[in-house]
Nanobody, 123 residues
């Protein structure tokens, strides 16, 4: 199986920065796509940014120019650098990994999720 562990959340003032990390462990040969999702109270979970194993990225319009997603394939770790944070960025941020191949050569048939990390932007 695969485990995802997020870290780096916290309380920050508007305009501040945070860097989230997501470390994947388990029987992993490669991860095709990784992404950050967030869920604010009373709202649906939404995709914030995603990155493929080759480094192609995509972003939600509201975070373009402020957030940067990156990954270290050798460490099976993904990052989200969040700058110019706004109160509306407040949410629980979740790490997701999909299209994962195990060392056996088989592919996992589902995505995996982390437990989430709270990001609160408030003065």
């Amino acid at each position: 199986q695969v485990q995802l562990v997020e870290s780096g959340g916290g309380l920050v003032q508007p305009g501040g920065s945070l860097r989230l990390s997501c470390a994947a462990s388990g029987s992993i040969f490669s991860i095709g796509v990784m992404g950050w999702y967030r869920q604010a109270p009373g709202k649906q979970r939404e995709l914030v940014a995603a990155i493929t194993s080759s480094g192609n990225t995509s972003y939600q319009d509201s975070v373009k120019g402020r957030f940067t997603i990156s990954r270290d394939n050798a460490k099976n770790t993904m990052y989200l650098q969040m700058n110019s944070l706004k109160p509306e960025d407040t949410a629980v941020y979740y790490c997701n990994a999909g299209r994962i191949r195990a060392h056996s050569g088989n592919s996992y048939k589902r995505d995996f999720w982390g437990q989430g990390t709270q990001v609160t932007v408030s003065s």
